[in-house]
């Protein structure tokens, strides 16, 4: 089973700190993704990386920044969080052109 | 811009009833593909259906199948004998086959199942 592991389930910071998402995958797919989730927003793209070093902006990058340094692994970086940060992270993983994507379980991040 | 629209928030169905959800979406793109995922409240997603837009044949798995209108740009999901495990929030997303995999989400159907 293809697996997507997101490093925390529920996370607290403070307003200002550096704050870093982690997620890995271990299917060695290529494309690799963050969103933001919302009520009554839905899934929102902040960032895509289709290959190691590789990115593209979402529809919300502002904000945030990205490293994928190796395949398997895709960081989400809040640089100075701020109280509208405060929402639910999803990471997902899918093979390039695939038909699929596989999520992890989603971090909550309250930015206090 | 590719853009995913569920105008629902809310839906409810009686357990055993068929209930029907809306997404549109607007692209320039004539190859791509549609998806609905599962959301339960575990948060974890899950692919329930997808249809290739160059099929015009509608795509069913078990008792969720879509009803797939090109020209119209719609892709709703009737799920029949709903269950009480189909309650969940549902997303439909697109992504387009050539130049990009971005997926791109709508804002989400909350359904609720009752006894």
């Known amino acids: 089973d293809v697996k997507v592991t997101q490093s925390s389930r529920y996370l607290v910071k403070r307003t200002g700190e550096k704050v870093f998402l982690e997620c890995v995958q271990d299917m060695d797919h290529e494309n690799m993704f963050w969103y933001r989730q919302d009520p009554g927003l839905g899934l929102r793209l902040i960032y895509f990386?289709?290959?190691?070093?590789?990115?593209e902006k979402g529809d919300i990058p502002e904000g945030y920044s990205v490293s994928r340094e190796k395949k398997e692994r895709f960081s989400l970086i809040l640089e100075s969080a701020s109280t509208n940060q405060t929402s639910m992270y999803l990471c997902a993983s899918s093979l390039a052109r695939a038909t699929e994507a596989f999520f992890g379980q989603g971090t909550r991040l309250t930015v206090v | 811009a590719q853009t995913v629209t569920q105008s629902q928030p809310e839906m409810s169905v009686q357990e055993a009833e068929t209930v029907t959800l809306s997404c549109t979406y607007d692209t320039s793109e004539s190859d791509y593909y549609l998806f609905w995922y599962k959301q339960p409240p575990s948060r974890q997603m899950i692919l329930v259906i997808r249809q290739e837009a160059y099929k015009q044949q509608n795509a069913t798995e078990n008792r969720f199948s879509v009803n797939f209108q090109k020209a119209a740009k719609s892709f709703s999901l009737k799920i029949s004998d709903s269950q009480l495990g189909d309650a969940a929030m549902y997303f439909c997303?697109?992504?387009?086959?050539?130049?990009?995999?971005?997926?791109?989400f709508g804002t989400g159907t909350r359904l609720q199942v009752f006894p």
């Open positions: 997303a697109y992504r387009p086959i050539y130049n990009t995999d971005k997926l791109i």
């Open positions: 990386s289709y290959d190691v070093k590789m990115k």
